[in-house]
């Protein structure tokens, strides 16, 4: 792999928080790359470490020890964009306004612009709606434009679908690829959804939970035309995947 080929390095990225208890380790020492037009999912059960894990990389948190790169720049977070565990949108403002916010200064934003990414996400024709009250899904949306709208290299999803049931997560999980077979950025997405992680990831990294640590990776089958690998390959990796989760 030659050096421009990844969006983000992380190298050796260790976090521990400090309680009455003592020292607790949330993330063991570990590192990856995510490759550019990649959807990389960091796979793990729950307290496993991945949102620390993706709030470090955005910035958010810093870590004990290590570096994160994106592109050729250390430490410049500018290229990402974070859609955290329970996707926000503010209630007051309408759909557009709340992707208006993602735009960069001097960028265009005149309404054809904005429907654009409503476009992108099924939202065309919601444009003046407020979003108070509406579901998760209908406010992931949002997230997921105003993510695009800031023209990131990279966008980080904290598992923002994981409060809607499995046949819904399916319309959404499509849609990602979809919008990603079009755009030119990569995902890196946190989540326990073993099934979800094998129909749409490229690689996937599992993250145990007691040292936080990566420490396995699989390459998912191919998908086909319609995105859903069902061979003896993809049932064989997801009992490997589940022996990891539940042993």
Not at 49 to 63: M, N, Q, Y
Not at 201 to 222: C, M, N, T, W, Y
Not at 223 to 233: F, K, N, W
């Amino acid at each position: 792999m030659a050096e421009n080929d990844f969006i983000l390095k992380a190298e050796k990225i260790s976090k521990r928080y400090i309680s009455p208890a003592g020292a607790l380790s949330i993330i063991g020492e570990t590192g990856f790359e995510v490759l550019k037009g990649e959807l990389l999912t960091i796979l793990g059960p729950p307290a496993s470490g991945k949102s620390t894990l993706l709030k470090i990389l955005a910035g958010i948190e810093t870590p004990d020890s290590g570096s994160v790169t994106y592109g050729q720049f250390q430490e410049v977070k500018t290229d990402a964009a974070f859609i955290p565990s329970e996707p926000s949108a503010l209630p007051w403002l309408s759909v557009e306004e709340n992707i208006r916010l993602g735009m960069r200064a001097g960028q265009e934003q005149d309404t054809e612009t904005v429907r654009k990414f409503t476009q992108a996400v099924g939202l065309n024709g919601y444009e003046k709606h407020i979003p108070a009250n509406k579901s998760t899904g209908f406010r992931f949306r949002i997230a997921l434009a105003r993510a695009m709208a800031m023209e990131p290299k990279l966008i980080l999803m904290d598992d923002p679908l994981r409060e809607l049931l499995p046949e819904r997560k399916m319309d959404y999980y499509k849609l990602i690829r979809q919008i990603m077979s079009k755009g030119d950025f990569g995902v890196l997405w946190a989540t326990t959804d073993i099934t979800g992680a094998m129909l749409i990831s490229d690689r996937i990294l599992l993250q145990e939970q007691k040292s936080g640590r990566i420490v396995r990776e699989f390459h998912p089958a191919k998908r086909s035309t319609a995105g859903i690998p069902v061979d003896d390959e993809f049932f064989g990796m997801r009992a490997e995947i589940e022996l990891f989760f539940y042993s």
